[in-house]
């Protein structure tokens, strides 16, 4: 965002004012708020976020068991789509080892 606030700093004025938006039309309590925030933190490998959404939610109430349940949450859920679509990408191993699918990364 840095570089973004010196030489876009029209878009980082717009997020400001879409965070005030969220905060002020959210609809859930900031516990949920900070599990959501926490868990998409994780996903996104943001060790900021993940530290600000960690004591965020430390101080809306929230327990460290309840954050390693997200955290373990996160990481089986991620499991389970990684899974899922590299059995899609070689779904066909077969036919690739028997050198019947092409890719374009070997150039």
């Known amino acids: 965002m840095r570089m973004l606030a010196e030489f ?10 879409m965070d005030e938006l969220y905060a002020e039309k959210r609809s859930i309590d900031e516990k949920t708020y900070q599990f959501i925030c926490f868990a998409l933190s994780i996903k996104a490998r943001s060790k900021p976020c993940v530290l600000k959404h960690f004591k965020g939610a430390l101080e809306a109430g929230a327990t460290v068991k309840e ?41």
Not at 8 to 17: A, I
Not at 67 to 94: F, K, N, P, Q
Request: glycine share 8%; charged share 25%.
């Open 8 to 17: 876009f700093p029209e878009f980082s004025e717009m997020l400001d004012k």
């Open 67 to 107: 954050l390693s349940y997200i955290l373990a949450l996160v990481m089986r859920e991620a499991a389970g789509a990684d899974d899922c679509w590299t059995h899609d990408v070689i779904g066909d191993w077969g036919e690739i080892i028997k050198g019947n699918v092409s890719c374009d990364c070997q150039k």
